[in-house]
Structure formats: C-alpha cells, structure tokens
C-alpha cells in the first residue's frame, strides 16, 4: 500500500509541470480569444520558448495576422515550425497554408524577402502531415487540390478518398464535395441518391451550397422524386442564408407552382430553419 501511496505520489508531481501548462496556456489562448493580445503575448511567449507546441503555435498565429506585434510571416513560420515539428495539427495546417499561398503583387515585383516563398512541395507535405493526423479541415483541403491539380497532378481518385475521410468525421464540406463527385461521376459511379443523400448532410449543418444544391436535385428529380414544394423549401433557406443563385431559382420554380404549394414551402422553410435543419420534411 505504501508502495502504490508513493507512486501515487510521484505520478501527481511529475504531471504537475504538464498541468500547470497546460492552465497557462488555456488562460492565454482565452485572452487571445478576447482581443487581449497584450496579455496572451505575456504568457504565450514564455510557454513558447520552453517547447509548449501549443503556445507556439498561437504565437505564430500572432504574427501572422499581426495580432499584439508587428505582422511578420516569417517570424510565424518560425514558431509554426517549432509547433509542427512536434505534431501540431494545426501548425501543420498553417504551413500548408504559407506556403502554398501565392504572392500579393507587391512581394512578386519586389522579391521580398521577410514574406514566405511559395512553395507547393512544402505546402503538400504539411497538409499531408496535418491531415494524417485526422484533420478534416486538411483532408478537404488535399482533397479540392487533387480535384482542381493545385500543385499537384489532377487526380480525381485521391480527391474523393480525402474527402471521404473528413466526410466520414462530419465535415459538411466535405460531405458536399464528395456529393458533386457523386453527382458528376468524377472517379466514382455517377449515382444522384448518393449525391443527394451527402448533400442532404451538409445541408442540415447549415452549407449553404448543399441547400441550393438539394433544391436543385428536387427540382430537376435527379436521385429523388421530382417535388417542388421540397425543391422551394431548400432554395428558401438557401436563399436566406445568402446563397446567391438561390433566389434567382426559387422565383423561377414559383411560377410553376400554385400558391398554396408556395405558402406550404415557406412554412417548411420556416420550421426547417428554426430546428437548425433538423425538422425539414
């Protein structure tokens, strides 16, 4: 007993370190959250410096939109490196994105040095890393650079296997790209109720292209029955959250419909909207 007391013992104080840690930065991570940049960069920067992966990462966060200091990207891709060098997903996340970004007009004319050089090798593998790792917001990523050949050969195959990925964890926006593959048969059998069931998913997360995108299905009875009053409800929504041609279709389908449908759609779209998409039938 005495040996477990005393094990025990020694377990809380070597986590003791961890913990405090990990307080530290929580309270830095909140008041950076805040607009308190005074206050993170105080505690960010000595958890930093000690190896903390996740104060270097806010820290380089800091610099890159010059938040509390002086925007410097190259000293965010300093403290990123640290961070992802040590396995932070979201470092890795960021170096994709440095590196892969183009140059603004300026930096191009000029050759500035203190920007980070576009690089689609490094801007790969970091994404890679990050989304080995399980981040969907990679894998979506890699995903619509393989669909597109952003920096890598067009390869329609590997598109859809990252965003099935990240589709399988829930992200919306992967669920509906892997719908339009569905739907266009890139890679895969051309299948609409597939394509609607994904774009259905995304939907009643709030993505607004899968509301149009559903509409659209209705409308034309691709993968379903062809159903206005359906077909207006999510053109509706998609519409009133912004969706740009959403509107344009939804006039053009109502006069096609007789008013009663019309009133029956909007009550729909209402309920649907106020359920956070999840009352839409």
Not at 150 to 175: C, F, K, M, T
Not at 218 to 237: C, R
Not at 250 to 278: F, H, K, P, V, W
Request: net charge negative; proline share 2%.
């Amino acid at each position: 007993m005495n040996r477990l007391l005393m094990r025990t013992a020694l377990a809380t104080v070597l986590l003791m370190p961890f913990v405090a840690a990990a307080d530290e930065l929580n309270i830095a991570l909140a008041a950076y959250g805040a607009g308190d940049y005074a206050t993170a960069l105080r505690e960010l920067l000595p958890l930093a410096e000690q190896g903390n992966a996740g104060a270097q990462r806010g820290l380089g966060d800091m610099y890159l939109y010059g938040h509390g200091v002086e925007k410097d990207e190259a000293e965010a891709l300093n403290w990123y490196l640290r961070a992802a060098e040590q396995g932070n997903a979201q470092a890795q996340m960021r170096l994709g994105y440095l590196y892969g970004k183009a140059p603004t007009p300026l930096e191009a004319a000029l050759d500035l040095a203190w920007g980070v050089r576009q690089d689609y090798a490094e801007s790969l593998k970091w994404y890679l890393r990050a989304a080995e790792q399980g981040s969907a917001d990679a894998q979506v990523i890699l995903g619509v650079k393989y669909e597109f050949g952003i920096g890598v050969p067009q390869d329609y195959a590997e598109a859809v296997n990252w965003y099935r990925l990240a589709a399988d964890q829930g992200d919306a926006q992967a669920q509906f790209n892997l719908g339009d593959m569905y739907e266009f048969g890139k890679s895969v059998p051309q299948d609409d109720a597939e394509a609607v069931r994904l774009y259905r998913l995304a939907a009643e997360q709030g993505n607004t292209i899968a509301q149009y995108s559903l509409g659209r299905m209705y409308t034309e009875g691709k993968g379903v029955p062809q159903d206005y009053v359906a077909a207006h409800t999510w053109l509706n929504i998609a519409a009133a959250n912004g969706q740009e041609n959403a509107a344009r279709r939804r006039n053009d389908l109502s006069a096609l419909m007789t008013t009663g449908d019309i009133s029956d759609a909007q009550r729909r779209a209402g309920i649907c909207m106020e359920s956070g998409y999840q009352d839409c039938d």
